[in-house]
């Protein structure tokens, strides 16, 4: 099969008559089942999966936070692209080529609807990107600027922007019809300025320039947390340092009752309230970056996914006739990441957060009580160990306080 711009465009006219002769005397191959099978399997997979996700962050409590509801609208696109593209594909795959099927609405819808999908997964993408951003870097100013409310009006903004937007390839598409059939195709030749301009803003406004700021902010946050990291470190004592301190304050008073009883005071210097908040920024520290090499792999994956496809349609559009280069595999090769992106998404969240691991089962076991907190309270637990060693007469179970408390 030469359908050279695969689902989310039309076939170009001048190439129409080659690939309809030649699809009309091709039958359903072996490599034809086999990508009916993936498509099909990477369909289900994506689907599901970002249906959970939606269903997760929208139903359990504690989910509903700012970087999860742009999530939910990269699912939602993500799930609108296997919807609207594989009808084409199945079309493609199992029919003769030779008579489109789904009439002039179909062709307009199937060709609109795939681009809205991928290019609001690029904004949903840069949207979360600027929210992390803020939220590292500025976070005094997160408090009012990254909220429920106003990711939710960014959203839909982003929707209505996008929809408007897209709305050109309900004209731009149409179905046409020579001697050989109909097919779905553009109303615009290749070599036309405006065909020309359309693929160039597209690919320069909604590929390129999102991907570049998503890489020079990831890369400022990445300097800020290290920098974080480092400032941590330098704030915590040196172990020898806090077990000098535990030994100068281990007081022996013996007990003036006639039993045998030892009372062992212990004032562990610098340990029951600084290290606790040192713990706490560390775990703190911990999953906040967590979150963000999530947030930056899915970026990586949108963008190498979708280069294949962008930068052939790119060079198709730029150069003559002649020179277009599309030949079957790597056709089957740029559908198959774009299919691959649309679906591992719901599986980097369950690989990486716990959060959403957590979520997600009790999603499925339908435990509706589950909350889910940003940080686990390290701090509370630490008070309440240390407060046990003082008030117990036992040896001390932490291991700062038993080696000052073994030595004489």
């Known amino acids: 099969m030469t359908f050279s711009n695969i689902s989310i465009s039309p076939i170009d006219p001048g190439e129409f008559e080659n690939a309809i002769e030649e699809a009309s005397t091709n039958t359903v191959g072996s490599m034809e089942i086999f990508l009916i099978l993936l498509f099909s399997i990477l369909s289900i997979i994506g689907v599901v999966g970002n249906v959970l996700v939606i269903t997760v962050v929208l139903k359990v409590r504690g989910m509903k936070t700012p970087t999860n509801c742009y999530l939910v609208s990269l699912a939602a696109s993500d799930t609108l692209f296997f919807f609207a593209s594989m009808p ?28 809205l999908a991928m290019n609001t997964s690029s904004l949903s993408i840069t949207a979360f990107t600027v929210e992390r951003f803020i939220g590292i870097c500025y976070p005094y100013r997160a408090r009012t600027m990254c909220t429920v409310k ?11 922007v996008s929809i408007i937007y897209h709305s050109q390839w309900l004209f731009l598409a149409a179905v046409v019809e020579d001697k050989y059939g109909t097919a779905c195709s553009f109303r615009l030749e290749r070599n036309d300025l405006s065909y020309k301009i359309v693929f160039l803003a597209d690919f320069f406004f909604l590929y390129v320039v999102p991907m570049l700021l998503d890489i020079i902010i990831y890369v400022k946050i990445g300097i800020t947390l290290s920098q974080c990291s480092d400032k941590i470190k330098k704030s915590v004592k040196p172990l020898s340092m806090k077990t000098e301190a535990t030994h100068a304050n281990v007081t022996m008073i013996p007990a003036t009752n006639t039993t045998t009883t030892v009372t062992t005071k212990l004032s562990v210097s610098g340990y029951t309230g600084r290290d606790s908040h040192i713990s706490g920024k560390r775990n703190s520290s911990k999953g906040r970056n967590q979150v963000v090499k999530m947030l930056a ?15 052939m349609v790119m060079y198709n559009s730029f ?43 009790s999603l499925l076991s339908k435990r509706k009580r589950s909350t889910y907190q940003t940080t686990a309270p390290i701090s509370a637990r630490h008070r309440l ?17 038993s080696a000052g408390a073994s030595t004489p």
């Open 319 to 361: 150069v003559s006739a002649e020179k277009h280069w599309s030949p079957d595999w790597y056709i089957n090769l740029a559908k198959t990441l774009i299919f691959i992106n649309c679906a591992i998404n719901p599986i980097l969240y369950n690989l990486m957060s716990a959060r959403f691991r957590a979520a997600f089962r």
């Open 150 to 160: 106003r990711a939710k009006l960014i959203i839909c903004m982003l929707w209505i």
């Open 297 to 311: 792999l899915v970026v990586a994956v949108f963008a190498i996914c979708w280069l294949p496809y962008r930068g």
């Open 88 to 115: 084409h594909e199945m079309m493609y795959l199992i029919g003769n080529g030779d008579h489109y099927i789904f009439g002039s609405i179909g062709c307009a819808l199937l060709t609109y609807l795939p681009y």
């Open 385 to 401: 160990t240390t407060l046990d060693a003082l008030s117990s007469q036992q040896e001390p179970k932490s291991p700062l306080i």
